[in-house]
């Protein structure tokens, strides 16, 4: 079993930054990737960045030279810096992992998952 803590988020106006931070604790050798989704009210939870432990990245293409995902590999976490927040970024973000690497996007099948940390961006 892996627990995910995430931290940071909060709330900012349009144009601003935040940072996201997820730490993966035990079993390591579960978190081949890991990744951030998002869900806003009444809709249905999508993938925003995925980092396999080999470096890999998928990006969607909504935050695609905004976003960055990256990768600790001694402390088994990862981050997300945002930039150039914009109001459709609002929502629930989730942290998750899972021992398989991810080579095709979208995808939500991740067997592990955090508790989920609010973005608010306001206009």
């Known amino acids: 079993q892996v627990e995910l803590v995430e931290s940071g988020g909060g709330s900012v106006q349009a144009g601003g930054s935040l940072s996201l931070s997820c730490a993966a604790l035990r079993n390591p050798f579960s978190t081949y990737s890991m990744g951030w989704f998002r869900q806003a009210p009444g809709k249905e939870r999508e993938g925003v960045a995925t980092?396999?432990?080999?470096?890999?990245?998928i990006y969607a293409d909504s935050v695609k030279g905004r976003f960055t995902i990256s990768l600790d590999n001694g402390k088994n976490a990862i981050y997300l810096r945002m930039n150039s927040l914009k109001p459709e970024d609002t929502g629930m973000y989730y942290c998750?992992?899972?021992?398989?690497?991810?080579?095709?996007?979208?995808?939500?099948?991740?067997?592990?998952w955090g508790l989920g940390t609010q973005v608010t961006v306001s206009s």
């Open positions: 998750a992992a899972d021992p398989r690497w991810t080579l095709r996007w979208p995808r939500l099948d991740f067997a592990y």
């Open positions: 980092i396999n432990n080999d470096g890999h990245i």
